[in-house]
């Protein structure tokens, strides 16, 4: 089934005079030979432009290709005019199935005998069409509401693209020099968990609820309210909205909207969404944005499609949080260290050398318009550093790399002159003073209150057992016991003398400042000396 699968993409793309896009140059010849000699099918598509065949291709090959050109649609910094604007189209413009078999769908869900039972005002024609699922308009209890539907057997065609996907990540594991590091079978396990849960609209149902939890009351982001009584696997209820599509830029401007404002405002949306919340969506290509322009000089987005989320666990956050203002700040033996620390980098890194290569990558990028910045050539640049250091890829910030790539194409399709970094930055600083100041501390005391005060009950009762353990061992096995905490009481208390003495030396400088009498500061001076030397006969011990 895979041959023949591989076999029906290879067709595909030749009907399509996919193949006309390399060029000859770049082909071997026995590529050439076999092209013509076993693969003689000819482009059937050849009065249409590039673009259009892309996107055609991309349709026919099915759902797991069309997301692939969702993505591809945001970067039109990489992309021809043509290309860009026909794979935009795959966002919510894909060809529709059967509305009779939507309706039968539904039906059966519901358990309704017609539609009218449940839904006025049904509307057979769909509103939007795309890989996964296609949505029609209808009234819920005199509610304006949408009616999203799951195409029929999908998900086996996603399993056997998938599959075939598992194989090709497994050949080039084994056969490309940096197959291990890339770990490509793990980046297509992680995509199949994404895309099957999409699937499953409970899920969706779950994640939106969760965003609307997340941004009530924001003027930043609005989620629309899902119905979670009327939904099922492959059908889910969520409120209609209006807004204008975040790609018709020619539509916001004639608005007067305030285009750098809203670029602002999705570089807000992303960053809370990962560093507050923890909980990001995953899925941001334009056909899934719309902004309400009620007030031009205020827009608001609105999100939909919440299928495929992210999460990152606290640590992945420090780290990312971390080298993103090291980044800012242009400390690159930060972002190094980081990178070493975190393990995505051998602990045997030359820190100097990494250091020096990420500063000849990044360094050219900062003080410059959106619009100025060669992310292609950066890009590359990252890649040929992270081969050279042996970086591994992490599978569990591919969806989190994914997003930013669809933020960045947005951004540069809305304010070319966007201070990524400008923007960014505070709400980082701000984010990292919260998580290492006392205010965090206070927070982390208070959450984990609860349980300690649960088990403290019990903390008499571990001692006693402790010490009748202790008393069970063999004497030898007792004292060595006994010596290993003499020894780390000893340390401890060498460190406490070192901290008070370091403590009084640095104030007996800083007094003569704002104090006249010099006896006061070598009263202090003295104190400190003594803890110090306290430590060292502690040390000697």
């Not at 909980?279 to 944005?289: E, V």
């Not at 290569?357 to 360094?363: G, M």
């Not at 100041?437 to 300690?452: E, I």
């Amino acid at each position: 089934m895979r041959i023949l699968r591989l076999y029906y993409i290879n067709k595909v793309l030749l009907q399509h005079g996919l193949d006309e896009l390399i060029p000859p140059k770049w082909l071997p010849w026995y590529a050439k030979l076999g092209r013509y000699g076993f693969f003689w099918l000819s482009n059937q598509h050849a009065d249409k432009s590039q673009g259009a065949r892309i996107r055609l291709a991309l349709q026919t090959l099915g759902p797991v290709f069309i997301k692939f050109g969702q993505m591809l649609s945001t970067r039109k910094d990489l992309l021809s005019i043509d290309i860009a604007n026909e794979l935009t189209i795959l966002q919510d413009q894909v060809k529709p199935f059967d509305s009779d078999v939507a309706e039968g769908i539904i039906l059966k869900a519901f358990g309704l005998q017609k539609i009218t039972d449940l839904f006025s005002n049904f509307s057979a024609k769909p509103l939007a069409s795309a890989s996964i699922a296609q949505v029609h308009a209808a009234t819920l209890n005199g509610k304006e509401v949408i009616i999203k539907v799951i195409r029929p057997d999908i998900k086996r065609t996603i399993e056997s693209d998938i599959d075939l996907m598992r194989t090709i990540a497994s050949a080039l594991q084994k056969l490309l020099p940096d197959g291990k590091r890339l770990r490509p079978v793990e980046v297509v396990e992680e995509y199949k968990r994404t895309i099957i849960d999409e699937l499953d609209l409970t899920h969706e149902a779950a994640n939106g609820i969760q965003f609307k939890r997340n941004f009530e009351n924001s003027d930043a982001l609005y989620v629309p309210t899902i119905y979670s009584d009327y939904c099922h696997r492959n059908v889910m209820v969520m409120e209609r909205i209006y807004g204008t599509p975040i790609a018709d830029i020619a539509k916001l401007k004639a608005l007067n909207t305030n285009m750098k404002k809203l670029a602002e405002r999705g570089v807000e949306v992303f960053f809370t969404q990962v560093f507050r919340d923890s909980f990001f969506h995953a899925d941001m290509h334009p056909g899934n944005i719309f902004v309400n322009t009620t007030n031009p000089s205020d827009p608001q987005y609105i999100t939909i499609d919440f299928g495929i989320v992210g999460t990152l666990n606290s640590e992945d956050k420090r780290y990312l949080a971390e080298n993103f203002i090291a980044f800012f700040n242009r400390n690159y033996r930060k972002v190094a260290q980081l990178h070493v620390d975190s393990g995505w980098v051998p602990s045997n890194t030359d820190i100097d050398d990494f250091e020096a290569s990420i500063r000849r990558v990044c360094e050219p990028i900062f003080q410059k318009p959106l619009a100025e910045i060669e992310f292609s050539n950066v890009l590359l640049q990252l890649f040929n550093t992270a081969r050279r250091f042996n970086m591994v890829i992490q599978p569990q910030l591919v969806l989190l790399q994914k997003t930013l790539l669809y933020i960045e194409g947005l951004g540069r399709q809305l304010y070319p002159e966007l201070d990524l970094w400008k923007t960014a930055k505070p709400f980082l600083e701000n984010w990292m003073k919260e998580q290492i100041g006392f205010k965090a501390m206070y927070t982390k005391v208070a959450a984990n209150l609860p349980y300690w005060s649960e088990k403290l009950p019990e903390m008499p009762d571990l001692v006693y057992d402790t010490f009748k353990q202790l008393k069970k061992l063999p004497e030898q096995q007792r004292l060595q016991f006994e010596l290993l905490q003499f020894q780390q009481n000893q340390q401890y208390k060498r460190l406490q003398y070192l901290v008070i003495g370091t403590t009084l030396i640095v104030v007996s400088v800083i007094v003569p400042i704002y104090h006249a009498d010099w006896w006061f500061s070598s009263v202090i001076a003295l104190g400190g000396v003594i803890s110090w030397f306290t430590a060292w006969r502690i040390q000697l011990r």
